[in-house]
């Protein structure tokens, strides 16, 4: 259930050193600071969906995100995990009339929300928070990039670990710990485009020699470095 903080500067301490926001000037750090509010969402709730109308930008100070879209006729999926120290929902702010992605808590998160109104009065005094939007919309389109690279992995261990790595927040500035992949063997053989037995196999391998934890509907990372290296050649 969504609730939002009674405090929510006090809490958002990370945020302030980790991240987007982190890399603003102080001004206006300390402004959008000021416009924002700390919600809490418990696993599964949505914090807005596909075709939803304009929304504000939101930064993720703990738990962990996923995030769907459908750009053709099928249906949404899990595409991605944000984890924390990530924004996410530029798009509408700049401009777009509706929602092109889905995002829903995973596990218990605490979201920092920065409304469309209360960025464009921080904007109204300081226009340079234009730019700095542009530079989190090529953050977040690095993202999508670096997927897409490894998905292009030709080796199935070598694509599957990459995609572990990469949804677990092994690639982020500030890894998550522990790292765990919150998604099910199904999910991860849809993304990682294999099919549902070479993912239980290779997983199943992994977990034997130490580098990953199989747990119902979740993987967590044992050895980050020793994944990592498996991306390689």
């Known amino acids: 259930m969504l609730r939002d903080d009674p405090n929510p500067a006090r809490t958002s301490l990370f945020l302030e050193e980790t991240g987007w926001l982190s890399e603003l000037p102080s001004p206006l750090r300390a402004a959008l600071l000021d416009a924002s509010r700390l919600k809490r969402y418990g696993a599964g709730d949505r914090v807005y969906g596909l075709g939803d109308p304009p ?14 879209a459908a750009q053709s006729d099928t249906p949404p ?6 984890h924390p120290g990530t924004w996410i929902g530029e798009g509408p702010v700049a401009g777009l009339e509706a929602r092109i992605t889905g995002a829903w808590a995973t596990r218990p998160s605490k979201v920092l ?71 099910t063997q199904v999910e991860i053989a849809a993304i990682a485009n294999l099919s549902r037995g070479v993912v239980s ?20 990372i044992l050895d980050p470095e020793r994944l990592l290296q498996e991306r390689e050649p």
């Open 77 to 82: 999926e899990k595409g991605f995990l944000i």
């Open 201 to 220: 196999r290779l997983l199943l391998e992994m977990e034997q020699e130490g580098l990953v934890q199989l747990r119902r509907a979740s993987v967590e």
């Open 113 to 183: 929300s920065i409304e469309i109104a209360g960025f464009r009065r921080v904007a109204a005094r300081d226009p340079d928070i234009w730019r700095h939007l542009v530079l989190l919309a090529l953050q977040n389109s690095m993202r999508v990039i670096g997927l897409a690279q490894d998905l292009m992995l030709r080796g199935s261990r070598q694509r599957l670990a990459a995609l572990l790595a990469r949804l677990g927040g092994l690639r982020n500035d500030h890894r998550p710990v522990p790292a765990v992949v919150d998604a």
């Open 55 to 68: 929304g504000g930008l939101y930064g993720l100070e703990e738990g962990c995100l996923a995030l769907e």
